[in-house]
Nanobody, 123 residues
């Protein structure tokens, strides 16, 4: 069993930055694919970014490519999402996910989910 706890959300002006963290419990962290998804009010859940178990491969949604960076620290069992040049359309609840699948943008492939952290970007 893996438990995920996100932190780092908040209110920021457009153009600003935030860093989200997702702390994982359990001894299998280093073998897990980790990802971030987001969901805005009235919208479908959206893939944001994913990172392989080793950290050597990353994947991004086109909407965040070049602005967001996903990284992980296996020693600290934590995954991060550095978000720069934030836009009002980035406003959403961001949730951390963990799993063993290879379809990185496919939400049902992730077995474990955090509760989420709110990110609000004002214009």
């Amino acid at each position: 069993q893996v438990q995920l706890v996100e932190s780092g959300g908040g209110l920021v002006q457009a153009g600003g930055s935030l860093r989200l963290s997702c702390a994982a419990s359990g001894r299998t962290f280093s073998s897990l694919v980790m990802a971030w998804f987001r969901q805005a009010p009235g919208k479908e859940r959206e893939f944001v970014a994913a990172i392989s178990w080793s950290g050597g491969t990353t994947y991004y949604a086109d909407s965040v490519k070049g602005r967001f960076t996903i990284s992980r620290d296996n020693a600290k069992t934590t995954v991060y999402l550095q978000m720069n040049s934030l836009k009002p359309e980035d406003t959403a609840v961001y949730r951390c996910a963990a799993g063993y699948g290879t379809q990185y943008a496919f939400a049902p492939g992730y077995a474990y989910w955090g509760q989420g952290t709110q990110v609000t970007v004002s214009s």
